[in-house]
C-alpha cells in the first residue's frame, strides 16, 4: 500500500486525530479532501470517511485550516466527484 498523505487535526478536548487523505478534488476554486481516520483503515477495507475543505486564508480556531463539510448541497455536488475518483480502489468508503 501507498504512503498517504495526513492530516492532523485536535478537536476541543485536545484529542488529535490523524485522517489519511484518500483523495482530493478541487471545485469552484476551493479545494476538498475525502479522509478518513488514519486508526480505522487498518482494521479493515469498510471506513467512515469525512470530506474537508481547506480555508488557507483563516485559521479555523477548532479545526485550523481545515473544516468538515457538513452541508448536504455541497456534499451532494462532491460525492460524485470522489465517488469516480475512488473508483480503483477496492476500499470502500462510507460519507
Not at 477495507?45 to 483563516?58: F, I, S
Amino acid at each position: 500500500m501507498e504512503e498517504l498523505e495526513t492530516i492532523v487535526i485536535t478537536f476541543d478536548d485536545g484529542e488529535e486525530v490523524e485522517f489519511c487523505v484518500l483523495e482530493e478534488t478541487q471545485l469552484m476554486g476551493k479545494h476538498y479532501y475525502l479522509v478518513v481516520p488514519c486508526d480505522e483503515m487498518e482494521d479493515d477495507e469498510e471506513c467512515e470517511g469525512y470530506v474537508l475543505r481547506e480555508n488557507p486564508d483563516a485559521q479555523d480556531e477548532e479545526f485550523g485550516m481545515y473544516e468538515f463539510v457538513e452541508d448536504e448541497k455541497e456534499l451532494e455536488l462532491l460525492f460524485p466527484i470522489f465517488e469516480e475518483l475512488m473508483d480503483d480502489s477496492d476500499m470502500e468508503v462510507e460519507l
